[in-house]
């Protein structure tokens, strides 16, 4: 089974990000996008889920997957390569650096806290930029 789940890492904001500060995912209409639904599940719980939690969570919420059907439609969703947490549109436009601990359960940052530039500029975590939304 892949995995999407990084370990002692800090996803930092994107290159191209447009913020300069972070910034909550606005909702759109009634229903809640990705970036809405990312960003509820891991502020509201920091450290509680890994990036496979998320990923597979939204996934199966945004398709329907019964609750009875949930360890084989992850199983399935998992048994080919997903997009990890660098693609995450929280990184990529929002302007929210992801730490994943040793456990590899993740938790925000925003752009231009402490906090973030305490991670940014950690040593013995892994660095990696999130996905740039354009070219370049």
């Not at 500060?21 to 996008?33: G, H, L, M």
């Not at 891991?42 to 329907?64: C, L, M, W």
């Amino acid at each position: 089974m892949k995995t999407t789940n990084y370990h002692n890492t800090f996803i930092k904001v994107a290159e191209d990000c447009p913020v300069t500060a972070a910034e909550v995912p606005p909702q759109k209409s009634d229903k809640k996008t990705i970036a809405n639904l990312q960003f509820e599940m891991i502020n509201d719980a920091p450290y509680q889920y890994t990036s496979d939690d998320v990923i597979f969570e939204i996934h199966a919420k945004r398709k329907g997957v019964s609750k009875a059907a949930l360890a084989s439609a992850r199983q399935e969703f998992f048994s080919c390569g997903q997009a990890c947490l660098r693609t995450s549109p929280l990184a990529r436009r929002y302007g929210w650096g992801i730490h994943s601990d040793a456990s590899g359960k993740v938790a925000l940052y925003p752009l231009g806290s402490a906090e973030y530039n305490r991670f940014a500029n950690d040593e013995t975590l892994k660095q990696v930029m999130a996905m740039r939304s354009t070219r370049g």
